[in-house]
């Protein structure tokens, strides 16, 4: 058994805005099912207080100037001990953890993310008074970034693992917050803490860390191009012999067509009808002609371009000369949402599209689709394309880090293999796309093959048992690392 500490910057139920907070909603609660000791630090937003029971004060100390109480709860309908880091100044804002209600950044978010990683460094070297010390600390993403390079300069300190859920979100900010954060001098040279004259949060994880990973071994391999590098290949090439890809696992309570209490009736691999009932009901919530002939394809997701929305848009004229439907939601930059909403205006029997941010009906969208489009220009793993899976609602996607990884094209060979679970593209264009997503109507035209292609897909294992195991050997090894480092 090793004391973890998972620090991450959102966990599910507690605040969400994607796929990490459903990583650190549930991998923590795996890990805790092979005995770790496991404990999580996150921000007490207000949103998270509210959403956490029995919330007590653990302790207060000061750190960087702020004074800061952790509260004591645990992660919803687990046993994982939480802490959340309650600092009014910095967390006690409504809505999104990092961007204000014009879509900006905090223009603290630095001194936010900072005050994180020190009182994780502070907890994890037992200084917070919480009588427990961390053999290691996974950190996870920029907002976490600063913590190994903190604790390579302790004595006797816990290793450190840094997980890479998207290379493309770095924390970069003006070398002048380098300075009022009071980092080490000494790290501000590119080998360290500095991007092209600024301060890189991400750096401190990815040069300091004991050991890194990625959320798929195909990004794992990709990060490592200077076209899925943003700049930062070289050093992960550096550090290849440390890095490596573990998938994401899925959290297969809260995701399961068979009790699931958003979606309309539970169904399962040797039951399908109850998929027919979610159909309709989410072409009712959706506004469209209720019809279970038609293919409806679904989409929930952030709308940038990481996700390829921009070739849903050009896509969706041609498309809609089909019999089928779509329904998408999803907020993010506005110039797609508009965008989409717009062409739901003009093709109001075929397509609805709802901007926002809404769970439930993110699970019956799940549930109700025929197939759902992720046509991402990069995916470190994706989990819609693994919820999809399982609620035999068959991927179209682009063929790109863990979507790459997950889903098994309906080839020719794989068809007759019985192996195939979606479609999969190569190009990021609108004609690779479409191509595709036609393959998976004509396919769908055949629906004992469809059938065959479901009960395939929903009975693939995406729960964390194996993932947590890959996990805790990752610990072993960062922790070995960490030791022989600390010989030298
Ligand atoms: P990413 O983390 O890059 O956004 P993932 O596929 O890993 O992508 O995870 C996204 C998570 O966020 C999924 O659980 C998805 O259902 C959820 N999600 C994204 N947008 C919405 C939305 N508008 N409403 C509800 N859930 C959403
Ligand atoms: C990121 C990635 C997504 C991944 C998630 C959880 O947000 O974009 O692909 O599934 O992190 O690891």
Same mark, same amino acid.
């Given at each position: 058994?090793?004391?973890? =500490?998972?620090?991450?910057?959102?966990?599910?139920?507690?605040?969400?805005?994607?796929?990490?907070?459903?990583?650190?909603?549930?991998?923590?609660?795996?890990?805790?099912?092979?005995?770790?000791?496991?404990?999580?630090?996150? !921000?007490?937003?207000?949103?998270?207080?509210?959403?956490?029971?029995?919330?007590?004060?653990?302790?207060?100390?000061?750190?960087?100037?702020?004074?800061?109480?952790?509260?004591?709860?645990?992660?919803?309908?687990?046993?994982?001990?939480?802490?959340?880091?309650?600092?009014?100044?910095?967390?006690?804002?409504?809505?999104?953890?990092?961007?204000?209600?014009?879509?900006?950044?905090?223009?603290?978010?630095?001194?936010?993310?900072?005050?994180?990683?020190?009182?994780?460094?502070?907890?994890?070297?037992?200084?917070?008074?919480?009588?427990?010390?961390?053999?290691?600390?996974?950190?996870?993403?920029?907002?976490?970034?600063?913590?190994?390079?903190?604790?390579?300069?302790?004595?006797?300190?816990?290793?450190?693992?840094?997980?890479?859920?998207?290379?493309?979100?770095?924390?970069?900010?003006?070398?002048?917050?380098?300075?009022?954060?009071?980092?080490?001098?000494?790290?501000?040279?590119?080998?360290?803490?500095?991007?092209?004259?600024?301060?890189?949060?991400?750096?401190?994880?990815?040069?300091?860390?004991?050991?890194?990973?990625?959320?798929? !071994?195909?990004?794992?391999?990709?990060?490592?191009?200077?076209?899925?590098?943003?700049?930062?290949?070289?050093?992960?090439?550096?550090?290849?012999?440390?890095?490596?890809?573990?998938?994401?696992?899925?959290?297969?309570?809260?995701?399961?067509?068979?009790?699931?209490?958003?979606?309309?009736?539970?169904?399962?691999?040797?039951?399908?009808?109850?998929?027919?009932?979610?159909?309709?009901?989410?072409?009712?919530?959706?506004?469209?002609?209720?019809?279970?002939?038609?293919?409806?394809?679904?989409?929930?997701?952030?709308?940038?371009?990481?996700?390829?929305?921009?070739?849903?848009?050009?896509? =969706?004229?041609? =498309?809609?000369?089909?019999?089928?439907?779509?329904?998408?939601?999803?907020?993010?930059?506005?110039?797609?949402?508009?965008?989409?909403?717009?062409?739901?205006?003009?093709?109001?029997?075929?397509?609805?599209?709802?901007?926002?941010?809404?769970?439930? =009906?993110?699970?019956?969208?799940?549930?109700?689709?025929? %197939?759902?489009?992720?046509?991402?220009?990069?995916?470190?793993?994706?989990?819609?394309?693994?919820?999809?899976?399982?609620?035999?609602?068959? !991927?179209?996607?682009?063929?790109?880090?863990?979507?790459?990884?997950?889903?098994?094209?309906?080839?020719?060979?794989?068809?007759?293999?019985?192996?195939?679970?979606?479609?999969?593209?190569?190009?990021?264009?609108?004609?690779?796309?479409?191509?595709?997503?036609?393959?998976?109507?004509?396919?769908?035209?055949?629906?004992?093959?469809?059938?065959? %292609?479901?009960?395939?897909?929903?009975?693939?294992?995406?729960?964390?048992?194996?993932?947590?195991?890959?996990?805790?050997?990752?610990?072993?090894?960062? %922790?070995?690392?960490?030791?022989?480092?600390?010989?030298?």
């Amino acid at each position: 058994m090793s004391r973890i =500490l998972f620090a991450t910057s959102e966990a599910h139920p507690l605040m969400k805005t994607g796929g990490l907070a459903d990583v650190a909603g549930s991998l923590p609660r795996a890990l805790k099912s092979l005995r770790e000791d496991v404990r999580l630090l996150m !921000p007490a937003y207000p949103d998270a207080i509210a959403r956490a029971q029995h919330v007590k004060t653990a302790t207060r100390f000061d750190i960087a100037g702020y004074a800061i109480t952790l509260l004591e709860t645990r992660l919803p309908g687990t046993q994982v001990k939480t802490w959340l880091v309650d600092c009014p100044a910095l967390f006690d804002r409504p809505g999104n953890p990092y961007l204000n209600a014009d879509g900006e950044p905090w223009i603290d978010n630095a001194e936010r993310f900072h005050v994180l990683c020190r009182v994780a460094v502070e907890v994890a070297c037992d200084r917070a008074g919480l009588d427990w010390r961390a053999d290691l600390v996974h950190c996870n993403d920029w907002q976490t970034g600063l913590v190994p390079a903190f604790l390579q300069g302790e004595a006797d300190r816990p290793a450190t693992v840094f997980t890479i859920h998207n290379l493309a979100y770095q924390g970069l900010f003006p070398y002048e917050k380098f300075v009022s954060l009071h980092l080490p001098p000494a790290m501000w040279t590119h080998h360290q803490l500095e991007f092209h004259g600024q301060l890189s949060f991400i750096k401190g994880g990815l040069v300091f860390a004991d050991r890194l990973n990625t959320v798929s !071994p195909t990004y794992a391999k990709e990060i490592q191009s200077p076209e899925f590098g943003n700049g930062l290949d070289g050093l992960l090439r550096h550090r290849s012999t440390a890095l490596n890809g573990i998938l994401n696992g899925i959290n297969g309570d809260e995701w399961n067509p068979n009790r699931d209490e958003h979606t309309a009736a539970p169904f399962n691999a040797n039951t399908l009808t109850g998929k027919t009932t979610n159909k309709l009901a989410l072409q009712s919530a959706f506004g469209l002609v209720q019809n279970s002939k038609p293919a409806l394809i679904g989409n929930v997701g952030r709308m940038v371009e990481q996700k390829g929305v921009d070739l849903v848009v050009q896509a =969706l004229p041609q =498309l809609l000369a089909h019999p089928v439907q779509v329904v998408i939601l999803g907020s993010g930059a506005t110039i797609y949402e508009d965008a989409l909403t717009e062409l739901a205006r003009q093709y109001p029997k075929q397509l609805a599209v709802k901007i926002g941010y809404d769970e439930k =009906l993110a699970h019956l969208l799940e549930a109700g689709s025929d %197939m759902f489009l992720m046509p991402s220009r990069f995916e470190p793993c994706g989990l819609n394309q693994l919820y999809s899976l399982r609620y035999g609602t068959l !991927p179209i996607v682009r063929r790109v880090g863990g979507l790459a990884d997950t889903v098994i094209d309906a080839s020719p060979s794989n068809l007759v293999s019985g192996e195939a679970t979606g479609f999969v593209f190569d190009k990021a264009t609108k004609d690779a796309l479409l191509t595709c997503t036609e393959r998976a109507i004509k396919c769908f035209g055949d629906q004992k093959l469809w059938r065959r %292609m479901q009960r395939t897909a929903m009975r693939q294992d995406h729960s964390w048992r194996h993932s947590a195991h890959e996990y805790v050997s990752l610990y072993t090894l960062a %922790m070995q690392a960490a030791k022989s480092k600390q010989k030298a």
